[in-house]
């Protein structure tokens, strides 16, 4: 009897690391990939933030539009003044409107010039890495300024911005899941539509990305 309760244990610590590795304990909704196949073999997709509504956290920034001050813990970023990093995690949608992930911007500003790094998390399908310039202290507050806006007063308008408009300068540095092999180029602009009299902005980010095979 003894001899067949030691079994009857083994045995469920068997099954139960067995179906820990092979039973899918949480399974994500899939919604189908909005992408299309471009001439040279390629795959297309478009990202899409619509702000302020996909906005989820954003500071850094310099006291500019697009941040607030950094929370107590981060001293070191702060004392950095104009090279401190701006840091903006967003709700990412397709091209169909759908939400599908979430997405973290983080900018900073390098001695050869200023970076920006997307990191794109899209559950049930994989993750993705891209790395591109970046947009210079200040440009958006100073291009919203030359159409008109005043700061602490609503706006509205229509300010195009090409922050990434080459995707030849823009990488990928990892990739998990479908988007594993795939080297992702993309272009990023923000098609700015007004600024709330809280300073909030209003419009959307497109990031249009091209995928080819590695292997």
Known sequence: ??????????????????????????????????????????????????????????????????????????????????????????KVRDSAGSVIGVAARHRVVLPDGVESTWLLSIPSRGSLVLAGPGEPNGRVDSELKTHGYVPGTAWSGDVALAVAPDADATRTISSTGEFRDLAVQFTEIWALTGVTEHGELRGTIVLDTIGRRTL
């Open 1 to 90: 009897m003894k001899r067949l309760f030691l079994i009857g244990i083994l045995l469920g610590f068997a099954g139960s690391l067995a179906a820990a590795h092979w039973v899918p304990w949480v399974r994500y909704d899939r919604l189908p990939s909005q992408t299309s196949v471009v001439a040279n073999g390629g795959r297309q997709e478009t990202f899409v933030i619509r702000l302020p509504a996909d906005r989820i956290v954003a500071f850094g920034g310099n006291g500019q539009l697009r941040g607030n001050s950094y929370p107590s813990g981060f001293d070191a970023l702060a004392a950095a003044g104009e090279t401190a990093p701006l840091v903006e995690h967003f």
